[in-house]
């Protein structure tokens, strides 16, 4: 049963004024503690006002973008969402997107012929290092591979070579092959220079003084650097190991190694 007294007017005063008292003695203070959003497209800090709060995004689009992924739902969760979208004003969704954008941030081009200011969203600040495609062409145009260049499982096999650095299995694979026929190979020995790029083949054959190209797919990048390569080299000897003929070699020789990947 409730005490009479705790109703009574000159305790609850007395009461209040003790508490008001103690706040003055005793103001709490606030820390706020920042922390780095978790979504690795992001990155940003962010604030939050106690130690105890478990918060790891920075908002709700950077929770939604990592906690969604692999998420599946209903047919019938899919057609409330769909009805709920066609029922909103159009252009809703994008209007709230551009609201709630972060700013962008300014970068300095890294070409050094440009160095021209250029404007991307936060979390392009990392991959973002040129003004345009020319100036990424002029730069990593120069490299020994391709831009976009598809590295499959790159690294270095220790069954063929403990200081070789292979891009791909493909040519892991076509090394284990030439040495089990006992070939004398060379991995990408010479860097030729074909004019605003350069071209390093993959493997120099010194017995029969051939530089071969271990080649999946030829783009309009790939195609471009073959065709100056050999404009400009005209005697020097290069063949293509393209799809067809890896699998052809696959399937002679895959059976007969044990560590082909």
């Known amino acids: 049963m409730r005490p009479a007294f705790y109703d009574d007017p000159a305790y609850r005063k007395r009461q209040s004024e003790i508490t008001k008292q103690y706040y003055v003695l005793h103001p709490q203070v606030k820390s706020v503690i920042t922390r780095i959003c978790s979504n690795f497209r992001c ?17 709700r689009s950077c929770a939604a973008s990592i906690n969604n992924l692999g998420r599946h739902q209903s047919v019938e969760t899919r057609m ?6 066609k029922a ?3 252009g809703f969704y994008q209007h709230v997107y551009e609201s709630k ?51 499959s499982k790159p690294g270095i096999r220790p069954d ?12 892991a694979n076509i090394a284990r ?16 220079d074909i004019g605003l790029h350069t071209y390093r083949p993959d493997f120099y054959l010194p017995k029969s003084n051939i530089y071969i190209e271990v080649k999946n797919f030829m783009g309009e990048y790939s195609l471009m650097r073959d065709q100056e390569f050999r404009k400009r080299y005209p005697d ?23 560590n082909w990947e």
């Not at 300095?108 to 021209?116: D, Y």
């Open 43 to 59: 990155k940003l800090p962010f604030q939050v006002n106690k130690p105890s709060d478990q918060k790891i995004y920075c908002g």
């Open 80 to 85: 409330k969402i769909s009805t709920a979208i």
């Open 88 to 90: 909103l004003p159009p």
């Open 101 to 151: 954008r972060k700013p962008k941030i300014t970068l300095i081009c890294k070409n050094l012929s440009c160095k021209k200011d250029f404007q991307v969203y936060p979390y392009q600040a990392k991959s973002r290092k040129y003004c345009s495609n020319k100036c990424v062409m002029q730069i990593v145009g120069r490299m020994t591979t391709s831009p976009k260049a598809a590295k």
């Open 160 to 171: 063929i070579d403990s200081k070789i650095c292979f891009y791909s299995t493909w040519e």
């Open 177 to 192: 092959v030439f040495n089990l026929i006992d070939l004398n190979w060379v991995y990408a020995p010479t860097l030729f």
């Open 236 to 258: 020097i000897k290069l063949e293509i190991f393209s799809k067809k003929e890896y699998e052809q070699i696959t399937e002679q020789y895959k059976s007969l190694i044990d």
